[in-house]
């Protein structure tokens, strides 16, 4: 099933791929996800991820419950885009569907598939879409074919080691969260068109400590992805036992202390120790973290706490009330995850506060959505007169094409503009009624 060996077939001709065969990124900024590299395939291709999807990789994927998905809308599938990049049976089938489609054999190992015997899928893959807003932005100015690390596609990474700043989890044009397939969006940008280069949440409030710990996670995963992506099988003689070995031998402790400074149960330390069980990566990475450090053992891993942090009810209400004076207004969602504190819960302690931050974001989204639209209306015009000149046919395609965002034309509303300009703009510029 996977794709050809290089070698030359029985007939004259090699077959033609049928998707582009594109060299997968493996540079400076880290090794890419496979969700980047199909983004990018249909950036080539002049298509959008929804055609991408829906017309090319579920009718070669060729599974019941996706044709399932597809019917419904497909936004389940999306939302489960994430773990696509992962080490489950799902990722198997994408990585040969892709490697297939473009004639290549290298791409499991832009997955965590390398990893699948070391490491768990549990607390394993963000579920929305994480960037480095520095890193996108260099790539874009250095005229790169702009794309995303693997590494960010994992929960446990939530800073840039290069940039030493935090990842964003919100769109700074629209202000929403995004999964890591969207119909309409590509690396670098969001399902509004907006470009996702430039900062938009504020400098994580963490102790040096952690961030050190973070920056350690990160390098760590990225020499990690880089080895696999050059020799998958040194990979496989990483081992978890000999980690915890060095751990014991380091602390001068035996394995029973250390499975209880870890708060694990003995047991499952065993299944590790004894790989009959994978480990969980924040896990692994804690272990790796202590016994780099050498000093004290200062476990961190809880799933239940991972992300929360003690903030004062008066330091809450204080940056509730300051962002009532912001200019954009910021929303809801993104206060909760500046303080780090669960959305509902700010909504139930701060009611009046959180109802205000919402009614001023969502007349700022309406009017943002507003200008967009009238934005885009009249590039559509533009575009419709320009491709008529050209002595085409303003198609949705031609169009598209024209202006460089494939897939902007199945908004509903942007079609009927698209549809009504069409009817009423004047071919070949022939001097008609309609103005600018
Ligand atoms: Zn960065
Ligand atoms: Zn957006």
Redesign the pocket.
């Known amino acids: 099933m996977l794709g050809p060996t290089g070698t030359k077939t029985e007939s004259d001709c090699a077959p033609r791929s049928r998707l582009f065969n594109v060299e997968p990124q493996a540079g400076h900024y880290g090794v890419e996800s496979l969700t980047s590299y199909v983004g990018r395939l249909a950036r080539k291709h002049y298509i959008s991820m929804s055609s991408m999807i829906h017309d090319v990789l579920i009718p070669a994927l060729d599974k019941t419950y996706l044709n399932t998905m597809r019917d419904g809308g497909g936004t389940k599938f999306l939302a489960q885009s994430g773990s696509l990049n992962g080490i489950g049976d799902g990722a198997t089938t994408l990585v040969q569907t892709v490697q297939n489609l473009t004639h290549r054999s290298d791409l499991y190992r832009l997955t965590l598939l390398p990893f699948k015997h070391l490491i768990s899928d549990r607390g394993l893959i963000k579920h929305h879409r994480a960037w480095c807003s520095a890193c996108l932005q260099e790539m874009n100015d250095s005229q790169m074919d702009v794309y995303e690390p693997l590494i960010w596609i994992l929960q446990v990474v939530q800073v840039c080691s290069l940039h030493q700043q935090t990842l964003e989890q919100l769109?700074?044009?629209?202000?929403?969260t995004?999964f890591w397939w969207e119909r309409y969006a590509s690396p670098g940008y969001?399902?509004?068109?907006?470009y996702l280069g430039v900062r938009a949440t504020v400098a994580m409030q963490c102790s040096v400590e952690e961030f050190k710990r973070q920056i350690y996670y990160t390098s760590t995963l990225n020499t990690l992805t880089y080895l696999a992506f050059g020799n998958a099988e040194l990979v496989k003689q990483i081992s978890v036992k000999e980690y915890i070995q060095t751990l014991t031998s380091v602390l001068k402790i035996s394995r029973a202390d250390l499975s209880r400074k870890l708060n694990i149960p003995k047991n499952t330390l065993h299944g590790w120790y004894h790989e009959t069980n994978r480990i969980p990566l924040p896990v692994l990475l804690d272990i790796c973290y202590s016994a780099h450090q050498k000093l004290v053992f200062t476990p961190k891993f809880n799933p239940k706490d991972h992300n929360r942090q003690c903030l004062s009810t008066s330091k809450i209400q204080t940056r509730l009330q300051a962002s009532l004076s912001q200019c954009p207004p910021p929303s809801l969602r993104a206060l909760a995850s500046e303080l780090r504190i669960d959305r509902r819960l700010l909504s139930r302690k701060f009611p009046e506060l959180a109802r205000q931050i919402a009614l001023r974001f969502q007349i700022y989204v309406t009017e943002k959505r507003k200008e967009r639209l009238s934005r885009l209306a009249l590039d559509i015009k533009r575009a419709i007169v320009a491709v008529r000149s050209d002595g085409k046919s303003p198609t949705q395609r031609n169009v598209e094409e024209y202006l460089r965002k494939p897939g902007l034309l199945r908004e509903k509303c942007l079609k009927e503009i698209w549809s009504k300009e069409r009817a009423i703009v004047p071919r070949f510029g022939s001097g008609g009624k309609k103005k600018f």
């Open positions: 769109c700074p044009c629209c202000h929403r995004l969001c399902k509004c068109g907006g």
